[in-house]
């Protein structure tokens, strides 16, 4: 069992920065592939990115590349996603996710996930 909670969201302008925390309980998450998500207003939750066990692979959705980073810190049990140069669609709620699999085909796919934390809110005023 992982538990998940995130911290970090808020109000910030266009072209500010925010980080995200992920603060994950149990002893095994080390052996977890980490996922961000997001889910904006009347809008299905999709990927963000994603990082694997030792934080040497990392997966982005497109829209992100370039200006969010994913790490983790195994030693702290925590994700973090730093978002630089936010604009107004990024804001959601984001939510970060556990996946077991192995198979990086999956990262990107929600209902892979194992467990989710109860997300936070980012919005992005213009």
């Known amino acids: 069992q992982v538990q998940l909670v995130e911290s970090g969201g808020g109000l910030v302008q266009a072209g500010g920065s925010l980080r995200l925390s992920c603060a994950a309980s149990?002893?095994?998450?080390?052996?977890?592939?980490m996922g961000w998500f997001r889910q904006g207003p009347g809008a299905e939750r999709e990927f963000v990115a994603a990082i694997n066990w030792s934080g040497g692979n990392t997966y982005y959705a497109a829209s992100v590349k370039g200006r969010f980073t994913i790490s983790r810190d195994n030693a702290k049990n925590t994700v973090y996603l730093q978002m630089n140069d936010l604009k107004p669609e990024d804001t959601a709620v984001y939510y970060c996710?556990?996946?077991?699999?192995?198979?990086?085909?999956?990262?990107?796919?929600?209902?892979?996930?194992?467990?989710w934390g109860q997300g936070t809110q980012v919005t992005v005023s213009s």
């Open positions: 149990g002893r095994t998450f080390s052996s977890y592939v």
């Open positions: 996710a556990a996946i077991k699999s192995p198979d990086s085909r999956w990262y990107a796919t929600k209902d892979r996930y194992d467990y």
